[in-house]
């Protein structure tokens, strides 16, 4: 479960924008199926409006071992959006008065530091200074096992504190794994067997549930990466994330999920406003999506492969959910490309055309390149025909031709610009331009 960075769909206009009564759904179809084809995309969306469905599209595989194509009820790992799920669960028990707040957390864990000083809130809002442990070097080297209770909190207590309690926000897969455990402690119930008792079950929620090994056979979703091909996933075991991201979920039932949360049938008015009240960027479960003169309340999640966001958009009664098992681009350019055809702004279907460039020609870029701007090194190589980029201590890329020396990653909106001839390499990314020397 690698840490989740916060999507903010960042498209600021003073202009008045409304919901598009008949939106242009060939045109947002042919989006897709262009990503398909190039694969950019495997995965699924949906939209309602006044909690009907309006939109869905589901393109790719869900297994491409055995050429399973995904479907309107495929299901995906969703990742952090499972803390808005256990959030909920939280408020649920303050409701029925089993926990406060404001309690603090050391008679649960009194091994973790600061525990005196920690409250459920702390943990719910990131506020706790406990460190994420999905941060650490070595974390994917243990993932894929499986761990008890005492092995997780073992791994949380020695990672320690960031910061002292309530003094800043920073995000911490950590702190709700340890709610999971609270809420278990609590309940004297399962983590699963909560979420069907206040939430799927209430709800109607069909095709959620706490995950397991993935079963394709339950149309469950493998989840993939390319570089030149989909390639295989490894698959986090759900003894580790927890409620901090092992729901398994499709855009359907998310927006359900969404529509009963902010319509106000799943918690008391005064909590679903905790919720949605942000300091230092975080709320309890929810962030900030802006879109235009537009703020939706939602949350985003990502583990192994798979990616999604949720979002609800009170301007319009709009509820928006993006799943994908496998991503080769921008998963923000794709719901703002939803997002437009929803309020009625232009979008354009991306140009994929190619520049074909052999294996020899690649020589001219490899190299280290450093930059006096940032204390960054890019490692550029290559496999085959394809260029490599990888920064210190980051994944290395695969990076697309697109015109002579000039390279993409889509997945970032990452463009790297060469010169041979003077040995630069240009690296534009979120409107910032950095220039690197090759060593």
Request: one cysteine or more.
């Amino acid at each position: 479960m690698t840490r989740t960075i916060l999507t903010t769909l960042l498209i600021w206009s003073l202009s008045q924008i409304g919901f598009a009564q008949n939106f242009d759904k060939i045109k947002l179809d042919n989006y897709f199926n262009t990503l398909e084809t190039n694969n950019k995309f495997m995965g699924s969306v949906a939209v309602s409006k006044d909690g009907e469905i309006i939109y869905s599209k589901s393109v790719g595989f869900s297994d491409v071992e055995n050429g399973v194509k995904s479907f309107e009820n495929s299901k995906y790992r969703i990742g952090s959006i499972s803390k808005t799920f256990t959030s909920v669960l939280v408020l649920k028990a303050v409701e029925e008065k089993k926990l406060d707040l404001n309690q603090t957390i050391d008679k649960y864990f009194p091994a973790i530091k600061n525990s005196k000083k920690i409250t459920i809130k702390h943990l719910l809002s990131h506020r706790s200074g406990i460190h994420n442990f999905t941060d650490d070097k070595d974390y994917l080297t243990w993932n894929t096992q499986s761990k008890t209770e005492g092995e997780m909190l073992a791994i949380i207590a020695k990672a320690g504190s960031d910061f002292a309690p309530d003094s800043n926000a920073e995000y911490s897969n950590s702190n709700f794994v340890l709610l999971t455990y609270i809420l278990e402690k609590t309940f004297n119930k399962p983590y699963a067997g909560l979420l069907q008792e206040y939430i799927i079950k209430p709800i109607g929620l069909q095709n959620t549930y706490f995950g397991g090994k993935i079963d394709p056979s339950k149309n469950e979703c493998k989840s993939y990466s390319f570089n030149g091909t989909w390639k295989l996933e490894s698959e986090t075991d759900i003894s580790v994330p927890l409620g901090a991201g092992g729901i398994i979920s499709t855009p359907t039932d998310l927006i359900k999920f969404s529509n009963t949360l902010f319509g106000g049938k799943l918690l008391k008015s005064e909590n679903l406003e905790i919720m949605k009240t942000i300091k230092d960027h975080y709320g309890i479960g929810l962030f900030q999506i802006p879109f235009y003169n537009k703020i939706g309340y939602g949350h985003t999640g990502g583990i192994d492969g798979f990616s999604s966001v949720f979002s609800y958009f009170s301007d319009g009664n709009i509820s928006y959910a993006f799943t994908s098992n496998g991503s080769n681009y921008n998963d923000n350019n794709i719901s703002i490309a939803v997002l437009s055809a929803i309020y009625d702004k232009p979008f354009d279907i991306p140009d994929f055309s190619s520049y074909n460039i052999t294996s020899e020609e690649l020589e001219k870029y490899l190299g280290i390149y450093s930059s006096k701007e940032i204390p960054l090194k890019i490692i550029v190589t290559k496999d085959n025909n394809t260029l490599i980029a990888q920064g210190t201590g980051q994944p290395s890329l695969p990076l697309e031709a697109t015109a002579k020396d000039q390279f993409k990653f889509d997945k970032a909106g990452a463009v790297f610009e060469f010169n041979p001839t003077e040995k630069t390499m240009i690296l534009k990314q979120g409107g910032r331009q950095i220039k690197f020397t090759k060593e």
